[in-house]
């Protein structure tokens, strides 16, 4: 209100100071010019009533809009004052509520105590009884003691045996009675847990080999350039020799040319470098300048082409696996496996098939199924390098695991997938696991027949040590070993202690691919003729 009534006073004092402005601008313009002073005195007594007239009106409208302010400040007033006593009321209300609840809540509470101090006072008398009881027990218990030494003490007077030498003669009488039964029970109990252990067991593995088939690369040593013609062969081997010499000294491999029509064999035992001699050679060929600097331009494109193409399968086994972001150099390492085989069977297959089947195994007993995956994917990392640093593929797989920051439970993985260390973690028995099944799974990896016979002889052998046995027989490629046993030597009970003799020395004696099955044969054949 103040502020508008402000504004209209501040407006009626500009008016007069322009009517007084006005004024003095007639009276100086007519200083000269005495006949226009009565009609400038009149203008001014007009503008003076124009002022007075517009300060009276100032003052009603300020009062009237005084009054209207003031009847709408009662009615807010109001309003709150009524919002107000509601609010008041609401709570109040919620007060009461609240007040009547835990009323409710201490008579329940009072009823509880009640009864818990009846409870407490059953029990104290219960107590009481137990500790009667006990007494009476205790004292029984001396009393039957007393007996039982007495009868002791009288058999001893009756056989002339010490204690000793009777407990002795006792524990003896029952040995030699439960042996037997001992033996049928573990037998029983063997059985059932191996049957239960490998039924499991067959299930989680067919669950997760089911799910994934890898395809089988051969392992070479050579390679082979065809050529358009045999003049192209002279052109390789150059004048007297420079261009063959050039090539094997860029490249590092062997070049054998020998009567095989149109064609070049490339040997080498490295499969990096022996890949990237037969670009090289193909390119040669097909371009047909074949001379020393050109080699080594073309050598040097390969070489780079090649790694990128190593990285691409790095990244692609990755992308795979889906074992999410790895290191840019562990990568290229992964690709490099693309070119390395064990036994026949290709590295980078292999790391893959390991990737996945650790996975589902995982999946089956809900362990991380990922990090399983990555486990498996970089267990033989090491071999990426093993020719190129001094130690084991397993020590090396650690070192470079180490270097890019892989987890703890990678690194266990790949320290103990073959039992170098001893495993920590579930997923690294999962790893070592499938490493087994990708390796002697049929197919995977070629075996030397020299090897091949010596491991079957072997456990034909180890199986004959044993006192009882009568022959010896290594079946399916030595997965599994039946020993027929001498009947009038050997018993049922002693069969199973002669089964888990051979497994244990089987286990800590030789170096095999997956299991081997031990089956202890006892057959017992009476007849009689009727005459």
């Not at 669950?207 to 994934?212: E, R, S, T």
């Not at 074949?290 to 070489?303: D, M, N, T």
């Not at 010596?454 to 180890?462: I, N, S």
Request: net charge negative.
């Amino acid at each position: 209100m103040l502020p508008e009534i402000l504004a209209v006073v501040f407006g009626i004092l500009f008016v007069i100071a322009a009517g007084l402005a006005v004024a003095a601008w007639f009276l100086s313009g007519s200083r000269g010019k005495r006949e226009g002073q009565a009609e400038v005195e009149e203008k001014y007594r007009q503008l003076g009533k124009d002022a007075d007239r517009i300060i009276s009106d100032a003052e009603k409208a300020g009062a009237a809009r005084s009054r209207e302010l003031i009847n709408e400040a009662k009615a807010e007033i109001n309003s709150l004052k009524q919002a107000n006593e509601k609010e008041i009321k609401e709570r109040k209300a919620e007060i009461q509520d609240l007040e009547k609840k835990l009323d409710q809540r201490e008579d329940r509470l009072d009823s509880r105590s009640v009864s818990l101090d009846k409870r407490e006072d059953a029990l104290v008398v219960k107590e009481n009884k137990l500790e009667d009881q006990k007494v009476a027990l205790d004292k029984r218990n001396d009393k039957i003691e007393e007996l039982i030494a007495e009868q002791e003490k009288k058999l001893l007077e009756i056989s002339g045996l010490t204690t000793s030498e009777a407990k002795e003669i006792v524990f003896k009488k029952v040995e030699d009675e439960m042996s037997t039964e001992i033996a049928v029970y573990i037998k029983e109990e063997e059985e059932k847990a191996k049957w239960e252990a490998t039924r499991k067991s067959q299930t989680i593995l067919a669950n997760a080999i089911q799910q994934y088939a890898n395809e089988m690369i051969q392992e070479k040593t050579v390679s082979v350039v065809a050529l358009p013609n045999d003049e192209m062969k002279g052109r390789i081997i150059g004048r007297e020799g420079r261009n063959i010499r050039a090539i094997e000294a860029v490249t590092g491999v062997d070049l054998i040319i020998d009567d095989t029509p149109d064609s070049v064999v490339i040997s080498c035992f490295d499969p990096i470098r022996r890949e990237t001699a037969r670009r090289t050679l193909e390119i040669l060929v097909t371009d047909g300048r074949i001379q020393p600097p050109r080699i080594e331009e073309v050598f040097s494109k390969c070489q780079k082409e090649l790694e990128n193409e190593l990285r691409e399968e790095g990244e692609k086994a990755v992308f795979e696996t889906g074992v999410g972001k790895v290191h840019p150099e562990l990568v290229k390492m992964i690709g490099r496996l693309y070119f390395r085989t064990s036994y026949g069977q290709n590295a980078l297959m292999h790391s893959k098939e390991v990737a996945f089947l650790a996975g589902k195994l995982a999946a089956e007993i809900g362990e991380d199924e990922i990090l399983a995956r990555r486990a498996g994917l970089l267990h033989d990392i090491g071999k990426a390098s093993d020719h190129e640093v001094e130690g084991s593929h397993v020590d090396i797989g650690v070192e470079l695991a180490t270097k890019f920051r892989e987890s703890q439970t990678v690194i266990d993985a790949i320290a103990s997938h073959h039992g170098d260390k001893e495993a920590t973690t579930i997923i690294s028995h999962l790893v070592a696991a499938a490493d087994t099944l990708s390796a002697a799974r049929p197919g995977a990896r070629s075996e030397s027949l020299d090897n091949y016979i010596k491991r079957l002889q072997q456990l034909e052998d180890l199986s004959n040590e044993f006192k009882g046995v009568d022959k010896t027989f290594a079946l399916q490629a030595g997965r599994e070993v039946r020993v027929i046993v001498k009947p009038e030597e050997i018993t049922d009970a002693d069969a199973a202690k002669l089964a888990r003799d051979i497994k244990k020395k089987i286990e800590t004696t030789m170096n095999y691919p997956g299991t081997v099955k031990v089956t202890v044969i006892r057959e017992v054949r009476v007849q009689e003729v009727a005459r």
